[in-house]
């Protein structure tokens, strides 16, 4: 008889630490700041790039908190059973579409020579996503015309964790947050005065504060700042 499927464990799905949220915070501020190399397309597939990117970041992270929220529950403290890992299928799902579009996008960059990079290094993940992806994408009709076969309907963490599931497709988990990361690497390129090394910062909205002084000059040319 085939055993249970075991739940996954945050142990075995590794943390991303690419400053994805510091970058966001870094773009915003290149509004301000005039980039004349750049034309108003490059600025645009960078934007949309860097928003895909975060987006799967989100996902990913999202779905590693819901198994560490499971890891560390327990019954009698929480007041009854709480079922965290119902909802990582959501995340899972959704950083999947958003890490293959980033993908698929980046295998188009010829000109970027990260994205050159970032698409031969990655081939074989990046088709294994493609795989589960499409077979996700076109789920519905299978399930309309009753061809619904074996394995989890819902793209799920299998293995504890070391890999990700849909049907009878898997892609190890560590591939995924290679893409991730990759595709992090890619974006962060076309900011050059970004350090891509930075510390990882946690999310939020982003806050804009502005200072001001005003200088003074009397008629004895004394001078003195307000502010």
């Given at each position: 008889?085939?055993?249970?499927?075991?739940?996954?464990?945050?142990?075995?799905?590794?943390?991303?630490?690419?400053?994805?949220?510091?970058?966001?915070?870094?773009?915003?501020?290149?509004?301000?700041?005039?980039?004349?190399?750049?034309?108003?397309?490059?600025?645009?597939?960078?934007?949309?790039?860097?928003?895909?990117?975060?987006?799967?970041?989100?996902?990913?992270?999202?779905?590693?908190?819901?198994?560490?929220?499971?890891?560390?529950?327990?019954?009698?403290?929480?007041?009854?059973?709480?079922?965290?890992?119902?909802?990582?299928?959501?995340?899972?799902?959704?950083?999947?579409?958003?890490?293959?579009?980033?993908?698929?996008?980046?295998?188009?960059?010829?000109?970027?020579?990260?994205?050159?990079?970032?698409?031969?290094?990655?081939?074989?993940?990046?088709?294994?996503?493609?795989?589960?992806?499409?077979?996700?994408?076109?789920?519905?009709?299978?399930?309309?015309?009753?061809?619904?076969?074996?394995?989890?309907?819902?793209?799920?963490?299998?293995?504890?964790?070391?890999?990700?599931?849909?049907?009878?497709?898997?892609?190890?988990?560590?591939?995924?947050?290679?893409?991730?990361?990759?595709?992090?690497r890619v974006v962060a390129s076309?900011?050059?005065?970004?350090?891509?090394?930075?510390?990882?910062?946690?999310?939020?909205?982003?806050?804009?504060?502005?200072?001001?002084?005003?200088?003074?000059?009397?008629?004895?040319?004394?001078?003195?700042?307000?502010?």
């Open positions: 008889m085939k055993s249970a499927e075991k739940m996954p464990t945050a142990k075995n799905i590794p943390d991303l630490s690419g400053n994805i949220e510091g970058l966001k915070r870094h773009s915003f501020m290149c509004v301000f700041v005039p980039e004349p190399s750049l034309s108003p397309d490059d600025r645009r597939t960078r934007a949309w790039l860097l928003h895909t990117v975060a987006s799967a970041s989100r996902h990913y992270t999202r779905a590693r908190e819901l198994v560490e929220l499971q890891d560390n529950a327990d019954q009698s403290r929480d007041g009854g059973a709480i079922f965290h890992i119902l909802d990582v299928s959501e995340q899972i799902e959704d950083c999947v579409t958003a890490t293959y579009r980033a993908c698929m996008a980046i295998r188009r960059l010829d000109s970027w020579q990260e994205a050159r990079k970032f698409s031969s290094n990655y081939k074989k993940s990046i088709e294994e996503l493609r795989s589960i992806r499409n077979q996700f994408d076109h789920m519905h009709s299978q399930v309309t015309a009753a061809e619904i076969g074996g394995g989890p309907i819902s793209i799920v963490f299998g293995d504890e964790g070391k890999s990700i599931k849909f049907r009878k497709l898997s892609m190890d988990t560590v591939s995924l947050h290679a893409l991730i990361d990759g595709a992090y076309q900011y050059p005065a970004f350090n891509v090394d930075s510390k990882k910062e946690a999310g939020g909205p982003i806050k804009l504060t502005m200072t001001a002084s005003v200088t003074v000059t009397d008629a004895d040319g004394n001078t003195r700042e307000i502010g």
